[in-house]
Structure formats: structure tokens, C-alpha cells
């Protein structure tokens, strides 16, 4: 019932920029929370980034706060993430999430119920 859509992914030489696209569809889709978080091979998924609809707050990981920045649009149900000073070890396959619900936990993949197909993005050194 509710679909997400990641696009924007591509290849990219270190310090160069991508922003990836996050398009919602679906009559029930509810926006509490979107989440985009990165995988690798033989990795955890990743969190990335969130941004909550309540307050606008934003969440960042670790490893990427300072370089990528979350917004949204909500006339077109979309979410983007502005990578910027890319790095080869941002490389992954990229997803954004939505939960079926209000959730605490934005950082935790189990929290949510939707994932799109993923996005790549590679960054070549």
C-alpha cells in the first residue's frame, strides 16, 4: 500500500556531490518519519539520516554529519539527501525507509516497515 521510490544514485570521484531522491506513493502513506540508510556487503545497515515531520527535527549519523544535509518536499511526497564531500567509503547501496507508525527508535532499521529498492552510489578515489 505504500511505496517508495529511491533515485539519484550514480558513480562520482571523492569530493564531488549527489543528491538522492526519496518519492512516496500510495493513499495510506502517512510521513511520521523518513529515514535513509546506506549497506554494504558482508555490513549492517547503516543508519544515515532521518528527518521527523513532527518538528522537522534532523538526525545524522556519525559518519556523515557535517557533508550530507536531509530536506524534504512535500508537495511532491518526496525526501532528498544532499551528499556533499563524498568520500569512497560512502559508497553503498542507499535506502530510504518509513515506518507504519510513530517509533522512538529512528536510528534502528527494525523500526520501519518500508523500504524502497535502494540506490547506488559509488565513489571512486
Known amino acids: 500500500q505504500v511505496q517508495l521510490a529511491e533515485s539519484g544514485g550514480g558513480l562520482v570521484q571523492a569530493g564531488d556531490s549527489l543528491r538522492l531522491s526519496c518519492t512516496a506513493s500510495?493513499?495510506?502513506?502517512?510521513?511520521?518519519?523518513v529515514g535513509w540508510f546506506r549497506q554494504t556487503p558482508g555490513k549492517e545497515r547503516e543508519f544515515v539520516a532521518a528527518?521527523?515531520?513532527?518538528?522537522?527535527?534532523?538526525y545524522y549519523g556519525d559518519s556523515v554529519k557535517g557533508r550530507f544535509t536531509i530536506a524534504r518536499d512535500d508537495a511532491n511526497n518526496t525526501v532528498f539527501l544532499q551528499m556533499n564531500s563524498l568520500k569512497p567509503e560512502d559508497t553503498a547501496v542507499y535506502y530510504c525507509?518509513?515506518?507504519?507508525?510513530?517509533?522512538?527508535?529512528?536510528?534502528?532499521?527494525?523500526?520501519?516497515?518500508?523500504w524502497g529498492q535502494g540506490t547506488q552510489v559509488t565513489v571512486s578515489s
Open positions: 525507509a518509513g515506518p507504519a507508525r510513530p517509533i522512538f527508535g529512528i536510528t534502528a532499521t527494525r523500526e520501519y516497515a518500508y
Open positions: 528527518i521527523r515531520w513532527s518538528d522537522s527535527s534532523t
Open positions: 500510495g493513499s495510506t502513506f502517512s510521513r511520521f518519519v
